[in-house]
């Protein structure tokens, strides 16, 4: 690319030479009218979720490339889908730019987020283009799942196992040290590497959907409750808890943390990471104790049971081993966009 094109402004091509650009990120054959056609199989649910990101809060070009923005707004909408047993079928982008911002920008920015969408074999339907005093990027997601198949945050059951995919904390710790590269020295290349991406390039968890239908396949499927981690797994637990006016109790030595973090930081900051940190985009699902241990068979390492669900409404946090005191989860120490 020379060095006048890759210097262009969004200014200089207008909106209608910035939208026919963009056009080439999307499906021809859908995009170009009014609105678009989506094809549905019969006798499921359509599900819809809408995220927005303002850069200086959700990104910034400190921590994150055009192309990692695209992926992680992408990601981030595909694990809502996730988080309530959908499949993808596209989504549509609102986006708000300054003027100044340059129109290469804005390509990679969508190539970042179309290379998410084609891992999960979905696109880019349609949006809007708008001038705004700071970038904005507004995502709505379609997907579809069968009505008895449809994760809820409100189907939680006393003696319900609580099954967390991946691991936690990642994400945010490879956010500290993309703010903060002098930290974490104690750190190989590798595993420096592997915490930054997990902010970067986080994966939703569509994969485990399949399993979850083999395992949970009858003629009267049970209910799930779940969500995804996105705010923080203290807080996944604690809403579903709420939602199905239930309680909790985690067991501490359970939770999935990375490798590395054993020889960077000590427990106490390791667990704030892992219950506070966010945006790691995991599964907390609540099944039945047997469903549960199958789920986990099929995952191998890559899931673990890490509590239950009790009567009453508080969630605790158990150390079986006695070394520290029980501990009450609450949603005031997570991130809160209005919190003082």
């Given at each position: 690319m020379n060095s006048e094109l890759s210097s262009q402004q969004v200014?200089?091509?207008?909106?209608?030479?910035?939208?026919?650009?963009?056009?080439?990120?999307?499906?021809?054959?859908?995009?170009?009218?009014?609105?678009?056609?989506?094809?549905?199989?019969?006798?499921?649910?359509?599900?819809?979720?809408t995220d927005v990101l303002i850069d200086g809060v959700h990104f910034s070009n400190l921590t994150t490339s055009p192309e990692d923005a695209g992926w992680r707004a992408a990601a981030a909408n595909l694990s809502d889908l996730a988080a309530m047993g959908a499949s993808p079928l596209g989504i549509t982008v609102g986006?708000?730019?300054?003027?100044?911002?340059?129109?290469?920008?804005v390509e990679r920015l969508y190539q970042g987020m179309t290379e998410c969408l084609q891992k999960y074999n979905t696109s880019i339907v349609g949006g809007d283009v708008v001038r705004s005093p700071?970038?904005?990027?507004?995502?709505?997601?379609?997907?579809?799942?069968?009505p008895h198949r449809i994760i809820r945050r409100s189907a939680a059951v006393i003696g319900d196992a609580i099954v967390v995919t991946g691991v936690h904390g990642a994400s945010h710790a490879g956010l500290e040290l993309l703010l903060h590269p002098q930290l974490g020295q104690s750190l190989k290349d590798v595993e420096r590497m592997a915490l930054t991406r997990a902010h970067q390039r986080p994966q939703p968890r569509l994969d485990v959907l399949p399993i979850l239908c083999k395992i949970?396949?009858?003629?009267?499927?049970?209910?799930?409750?779940?969500?995804?981690?996105?705010?923080?797994l203290a807080d996944a637990i604690i809403q579903i808890c709420r939602a199905s006016?239930?309680?909790a109790v985690l067991e501490r030595?359970?939770?999935?943390?990375?490798?590395?973090?054993?020889?960077?930081?000590?427990?106490?900051?390791?667990?704030a990471y892992a219950l506070y940190g966010g945006e790691d985009f995991e599964l907390v699902l609540c099944l039945p104790q047997e469903?549960?241990?199958?789920?986990?068979?099929?995952?191998?390492?890559?899931?673990?049971?890490?509590?239950?669900?009790?009567?009453?409404?508080?969630?605790?946090?158990?150390?079986?081993?006695?070394?520290?005191?029980?501990?009450?989860?609450?949603?005031?120490?997570?991130?809160?966009h209005f919190g003082q």
């Amino acid at each position: 690319m020379n060095s006048e094109l890759s210097s262009q402004q969004v200014k200089d091509i207008g909106e209608q030479g910035l939208l026919e650009r963009l056009q080439r990120f999307c499906p021809p054959e859908i995009i170009g009218d009014d609105a678009a056609v989506l094809v549905t199989v019969p006798e499921q649910s359509l599900v819809v979720t809408t995220d927005v990101l303002i850069d200086g809060v959700h990104f910034s070009n400190l921590t994150t490339s055009p192309e990692d923005a695209g992926w992680r707004a992408a990601a981030a909408n595909l694990s809502d889908l996730a988080a309530m047993g959908a499949s993808p079928l596209g989504i549509t982008v609102g986006l708000g730019l300054p003027g100044e911002v340059r129109v290469s920008w804005v390509e990679r920015l969508y190539q970042g987020m179309t290379e998410c969408l084609q891992k999960y074999n979905t696109s880019i339907v349609g949006g809007d283009v708008v001038r705004s005093p700071v970038t904005t990027l507004a995502i709505t997601a379609f997907g579809q799942v069968s009505p008895h198949r449809i994760i809820r945050r409100s189907a939680a059951v006393i003696g319900d196992a609580i099954v967390v995919t991946g691991v936690h904390g990642a994400s945010h710790a490879g956010l500290e040290l993309l703010l903060h590269p002098q930290l974490g020295q104690s750190l190989k290349d590798v595993e420096r590497m592997a915490l930054t991406r997990a902010h970067q390039r986080p994966q939703p968890r569509l994969d485990v959907l399949p399993i979850l239908c083999k395992i949970l396949a009858s003629p009267s499927p049970m209910p799930i409750a779940g969500m995804d981690s996105s705010d923080g797994l203290a807080d996944a637990i604690i809403q579903i808890c709420r939602a199905s006016g239930v309680g909790a109790v985690l067991e501490r030595r359970q939770i999935s943390m990375p490798a590395a973090f054993d020889h960077w930081l000590t427990e106490e900051q390791a667990l704030a990471y892992a219950l506070y940190g966010g945006e790691d985009f995991e599964l907390v699902l609540c099944l039945p104790q047997e469903s549960a241990l199958a789920l986990v068979q099929h995952l191998g390492q890559d899931a673990a049971i890490v509590g239950n669900i009790t009567p009453g409404s508080t969630v605790l946090l158990h150390d079986e081993q006695k070394k520290f005191p029980d501990q009450v989860l609450s949603l005031s120490q997570g991130f809160q966009h209005f919190g003082q």
